[in-house]
C-alpha cells in the first residue's frame, strides 16, 4: 500500500490517454463526409456501386496483375458488358476528375494511392 499515489497516478495518465480521442472528437466535432462528384448522366460503373465503394483497389489491383502479368485487357461485369482494363481509359472516362472525384474519400481517409505514380492525370493535360 505504500505505492498508492504512483498507482492512483499511473490510472489517471492511463484513462488521459485512452480518452483522449474521445474528448478530442467531442470538442472538434466530426468530420465532414466526402461527398465525390459522381459522373454527370449517372450509368453503370463496372462493378455494383457498394462493390467500388469497398473494393475499388483490390479491383484496380487485379486489373494491373491481369494486364501485365497475363495480358488479358478486357473485363466482363455481371451484367454481360466488356470493359478495358484501364483506370485513364475506362474509370476516367466517367469520373473526370480526379480532385473532385478520387481525392475527396482519399484525403478523408487519410490514404495516398499509388496510382498516380505510374498513371498521367487526365486533366493536367485539359
Known sequence: MYDKGKILTGLVIFLILILFPVWYNAANGKATAPDPKLPPGGGNCVMATDYMKAYHMDLLNTWRDEVVREGSRVHVAPDGKKYEKSLTNTCMQ?????????????????????????????????
Not at 490514404?111 to 485539359?126: G, L, Q, R, T
Open 94 to 126: 466517367c469520373h473526370t476528375s480526379k480532385a473532385e472525384f478520387c481525392d475527396q474519400c482519399h484525403n478523408y481517409v487519410g490514404v495516398k494511392p499509388y496510382c498516380w505514380d505510374c498513371h498521367i492525370n487526365p486533366e493536367d493535360f485539359k
